[in-house]
């Protein structure tokens, strides 16, 4: 599923109506039509108070067009226009028109002597300010947003939160109205999920308005949103006459005295995800730690409690590294040395990452298309501090291409980020927050590359995976009780999730309730 930018959304509005030779009045109406009918099959017609915030733009056209069905439906509604100017647009007065007609008069609100009561059982629909908007809102109007912030009344965003920038970052978030829920337009926006609206943006989905799937096609976004439907796309299939040295070899090199756990947990993911073989490389204190708990991995030893010589005699297919290996001197060495002599696909995670950001003369030995999973901070680190989450992706793009290699960068939304496109995953949630869980995707990732999957598959497939899989299982572990190798209990699952039939129309709505770490 594509994200549109604001400008890429407008052109869309704009061939959309000249490619069906409708106008903007029709999909306006198409658009709020859809709103309104969202709400009134939640809703079956209770007594509930409604109050109808309008701007005066294109926003408070598609708000007026709701309270005028709102109204119709015999529901109990209250319309207001936020009266923060003197200029219209054509489709604000049209429909303004319309509802005055069917005799409802919204109230005009000129000042914050003019805001009305609003219960805490009420319902608010904000429909101020749109996409579009590109400064802060002042005076009355941000006075209207605290006002409405401070009651704690459920809010229906139209689109968008009023406040919300599609293109940039808020600098006031004084007046930024925080939406219990957003209905936006066609395709999931950027900012929704950015970490830094996270106080602004709970939960989401989209509203289909008919845009034209062909021109949005054409204009090639470089910024996706990861559904079923897009892994679906990547899943290799396997015939009958397959064998294990179709699925490669994975190579899991790792761990340290006390941190073995890391690499296991890396191991047999690589394993649970269909690598042909699997091997571990760790220091001897691991050997029988490996030998016992994982009888399907083959294992390497180095030196007694840290990585050393990095002498493997094994002939994998896939690296991956990173998990529980420690920053020692000795260690950052063998690495340095062993970047020098590798030519084979290698996805860094954990202390390889924080070698390579002690030492970033080393980024030059990378195979293109290797693949580095940090968190936030293993991000900071790397790429240095960040502005805000705009610049953040600024950064890790100009990264990305200056390396030729791919950031999986975790969080409650995990992008990776591949030259200057942008792919965000759509599935997980806070019980992914959990010790071991990123050495988990590690061993996905990599056991993915190890079967054909190229670098940009294997991410995002792997990240799909790996939070489809706390999807499911919360329903009987609740968040607080997931661990690690809970995600490898459910990996089939998962899986096979992919291929079930659907009862109903995937739900493209976001919770806003994942891991930021």
Known sequence: ???????????????????????????????????????????????????????????????????????????????????????????????????????????????????????????????????GLSRNPSGFTKKLIQYINSTKVFT????????????????????????????????????????????????????????????????????????????????????????????????VIGGSFGKIGAISLAAKAALKIGSGLVSAYVPKCGYTILQISIPEVMVEVDDDDALNYFNFKTKPTVIGIGPGMG???????????????NQLPLIIDADGINILSIHPELLHLLPKNSILTPHPKELERLIGAWKNDFDKLKKAIEFSKTNTVLLVIKGANTVIVDGDCLYFNSTGNPALATAGSGDVLTGLITGLVAQGYSSKEAAIFGVYLHGKTADIAIQETGYETFTASTILDYLPNALLQLFAPEETEEDTSNENDKPET
């Open 1 to 131: 599923m594509y994200i549109l930018s604001p400008k890429q959304i407008a052109k869309a509005d704009a061939a959309t109506i000249s490619n069906n030779e409708i106008t903007s009045l029709h999909l306006m109406e198409y658009a709020a039509t859809q709103c309104f009918n969202w709400l009134h099959q939640r809703l079956q017609g209770q007594n509930i108070k409604i109050h109808v915030f309008c701007g005066i733009g294109n926003n408070g056209g598609d708000g007026l067009v709701i309270a005028r069905l709102l109204h119709l439906h015999g529901y109990n509604i209250d319309c207001y226009v936020v009266n923060f100017s003197d200029k219209r647009s054509p489709e604000f007065l049209e429909n303004y028109n319309k509802l005055k007609e069917i005799g409802k008069w919204p109230k005009v609100i000129k000042n914050e002597n003019e805001f009305p009561v609003i219960a805490f059982e009420d319902i608010v629909i904000d429909a101020i300010f749109g996409i």
């Open 156 to 251: 229906l965003a139209i689109d968008f939160p009023s406040g919300l920038f599609g293109h940039k970052s808020v600098s006031d978030k004084n007046a930024v109205l925080k939406a219990g829920h957003i209905l936006t337009f066609q395709t999931p926006k950027l900012v929704f999920l950015l970490p830094e609206n996270k106080d602004f943006v709970k939960t989401w989905e989209v509203i289909n308005i008919g845009l034209d799937q062909n021109f949005i096609e054409s204009l090639k976004p470089k910024t996706q949103y990861t559904t079923k439907e897009d892994i679906l796309t990547i899943y290799k299939p396997r015939n009958k006459w397959s064998h294990k040295g179709n699925f490669g070899h994975s190579l």
């Open 327 to 341: 920053t020692l001197e000795k260690t950052r060495i063998g690495f340095r040395n062993f970047l020098k002599e």
